[in-house]
């Protein structure tokens, strides 16, 4: 976790705690749950390390985080849908509210976290952190070693050159590929400047988490000592 530097907003301190994200703590600030030494804070209020900073209803202990691996099938949308678009909250039939981690595009599939859980996404989305992210591609001409190699090494993309990463040929025309950063369209990208087309983009893992068998459009929970290990690898729990 980062390093906290203190005077700090009560908000973003209550966020550095792991206790809820920012904007969870404006809304507790304003119910008049969160006390500093004392008394009631208001928003805006700074902490130094010596405040006794006490919060009523501790959202840890009082709500019931949910985390689910979800197979998102080609063709739906994360989220923010346009107009005859289908998205993942529209189709997923769970009775607690659930948002995406991080985005799918529209043309491919496979793992995305479903949570309701704001502490770990930045987390998981800030490349700072260097979490693994596993997919199977298929493109539309056969794979050469040195397509492999440029791939491992970084393309650039714009302005903008992808750090080193892992790629493993699979067959003729596919490959697994695992980053650690997640620029938009990346792969597709990548492939595009070394004069391939992707065909097929499905995401098989984050970190320790993988599809394990999901067909497209279902869902399991995450839980036990896979929950615990990826809680870990986020920064939430220690250990």
Do not use: W
Not at 2 to 31: H, V
Not at 142 to 151: R, Y
């Amino acid at each position: 976790m980062d390093e906290i530097i203190y005077p700090m907003r009560i908000n973003r301190y209550l966020a550095k705690k792991q206790i809820c994200t920012r904007r969870e703590a404006d809304g507790l600030i304003s119910a008049g749950k969160v006390i500093i030494n004392g008394r009631k804070a208001v928003l805006g209020d700074k902490v130094e390390e010596k405040d006794d900073v006490l919060v009523k209803d501790d959202p840890r202990r009082s709500k019931n985080f949910v985390y689910l691996a979800y197979n998102k099938p080609r063709g739906i949308i994360t989220h923010s849908a346009q107009k005859g678009e289908k998205e993942i909250g529209a189709i997923i039939n769970y009775p607690v509210q659930l948002f995406p981690v991080g985005r799918l595009d529209k043309d491919s599939s496979g793992l995305i976290i479903l949570t309701n859980d704001g502490r770990i996404t930045d987390r998981m989305l800030n490349p700072e952190y260097c979490h693994e992210k596993e997919y199977i591609v298929i493109v539309d001409k056969k794979i050469t070693p040195s397509f492999l190699k440029n791939m491992a090494e970084g393309i650039a993309i714009g302005d903008y050159k992808t750090k080193k990463c892992k790629v493993e040929k699979l067959g003729d025309f596919s490959f697994s590929i695992v980053l650690t950063e997640g620029k938009k369209h990346q792969i597709r990208r990548m492939c595009e400047s070394l004069g391939k087309v992707v065909l097929k983009l499905k995401r098989m893992r984050v970190m320790n988490i993988e599809l394990c068998g999901l067909k497209a459009g279902q869902f399991r929970k995450i839980e036990n000592e896979e929950l615990e290990a990826f809680l870990r690898e986020v920064g939430i729990i220690s250990g």
